[in-house]
């Protein structure tokens, strides 16, 4: 189940590596005047209560000048029929949408369990079955989802009376015909309340969701909401400066 919930974030991360290019040919940010170095690009002092909240605007990227210069190599390299076939094999695997009709992406981890530690059993060591982070995705299309292939095969093809389809162990929810969320069954009522009803409601803020808006890519983590243990080894040594921060 890991591997399927896997896809949606993985999915943001690979988009969000395509939000550097864009960047690449902006001129820096203008200087207050003196020799020093430039001034902050205008970064909003945002707070979350989440551990993770991060939103990218792919449309941002889609309509970029390096992107269609990204599309026009392509063609040039006689590559589309390749391109075609990478997009459709993603359309596959995240409801018939292919990447170039997502136009935002949002992901919130709002809990990750403490870590199992395993039990000593005559004979074996067992591992308890852990808790799932507790996560909602919320992915936003130019077009239209065609519910039919959102929805897995072996899972509900009709709606609770609250409007969510179970799949494997999360839910899935359509506010309206060009958004999809996905969320952990425990967070239900809070995204009714919420986003649901408004955009701007819970995972989102008034304020997360104007930072959002303002940014092609903008994301708040906050290490001390992540359960010590959880990363072990080399894992652990990598992310230990980030692990280090308050937010």
Same mark, same amino acid.
């Given at each position: 189940?890991?591997?399927?919930?896997?896809?949606?974030?993985?999915?943001? %991360?690979?988009l @969000?590596?395509?939000? +550097?290019?864009?960047a690449?040919?902006?001129?820096p940010?203008?200087?207050?005047?003196?020799?020093? #170095? &430039?001034?902050?690009?205008?970064?909003?002092?945002v707070?979350s !209560?989440?551990?993770l909240?991060?939103?990218l605007?792919?449309?941002?990227?889609?309509?970029s000048?390096?992107?269609? !210069?990204?599309?026009? @190599?392509?063609a040039?390299?006689d590559?589309t029929?390749?391109?075609?076939?990478?997009e459709?094999?993603?359309a596959?695997e995240i409801?018939? %949408?292919?990447?170039?009709?997502?136009?935002?992406?949002?992901?919130c +981890?709002?809990e990750?369990? &403490?870590?199992?530690?395993p *039990?000593l059993?005559?004979g074996?060591?067992?591992?308890?079955?852990?808790?799932? #982070?507790?996560?909602? +995705?919320?992915?936003t299309?130019? *077009?239209?989802i065609?519910?039919a292939?959102a929805?897995r095969?072996? /899972?509900?093809?009709? &709606?609770?009376s609250?409007g969510?389809?179970?799949?494997?162990?999360?839910?899935? =929810?359509f #506010?309206?015909?060009?958004?999809?969320v996905?969320?952990?069954?425990?967070?239900?009522?809070?995204?009714?309340d919420?986003?649901?009803?408004?955009?701007t409601g819970?995972?989102?803020?008034?304020e997360?969701?104007?930072?959002?808006?303002? =940014?092609?890519l903008? @994301?708040?983590?906050?290490?001390?909401?992540?359960?010590?243990?959880?990363?072990?080894?080399?894992?652990?040594?990598?992310?230990? &400066?980030l692990?280090?921060?308050? /937010?």
């Amino acid at each position: 189940m890991l591997r399927r919930m896997s896809i949606i974030p993985l999915t943001a %991360l690979l988009l @969000a590596c395509l939000a +550097v290019l864009p960047a690449c040919k902006k001129k820096p940010p203008a200087s207050d005047g003196g020799d020093g #170095p &430039p001034a902050p690009g205008g970064i909003p002092n945002v707070t979350s !209560e989440h551990v993770l909240f991060a939103h990218l605007k792919a449309k941002d990227i889609r309509d970029s000048a390096v992107f269609a !210069e990204l599309k026009q @190599a392509v063609a040039k390299a006689d590559a589309t029929a390749d391109w075609d076939k990478i997009e459709g094999e993603f359309a596959r695997e995240i409801g018939g %949408l292919k990447p170039t009709e997502i136009d935002s992406v949002t992901v919130c +981890v709002t809990e990750i369990p &403490p870590q199992v530690e395993p *039990k000593l059993i005559p004979g074996k060591l067992a591992f308890p079955q852990r808790d799932e #982070p507790k996560l909602i +995705v919320i992915v936003t299309s130019s *077009k239209a989802i065609d519910k039919a292939k959102a929805i897995r095969p072996g /899972t509900d093809t009709k &709606p609770d009376s609250r409007g969510f389809y179970k799949q494997w162990e999360q839910l899935l =929810h359509f #506010p309206d015909d060009k958004t999809l969320v996905m969320l952990h069954p425990d967070l239900a009522q809070k995204y009714l309340d919420g986003y649901a009803k408004s955009p701007t409601g819970w995972p989102l803020t008034p304020e997360l969701a104007k930072a959002s808006a303002d =940014h092609t890519l903008f @994301a708040i983590l906050q290490p001390t909401k992540i359960p010590t243990g959880l990363l072990r080894g080399e894992s652990a040594d990598i992310a230990e &400066p980030l692990m280090a921060a308050q /937010t």
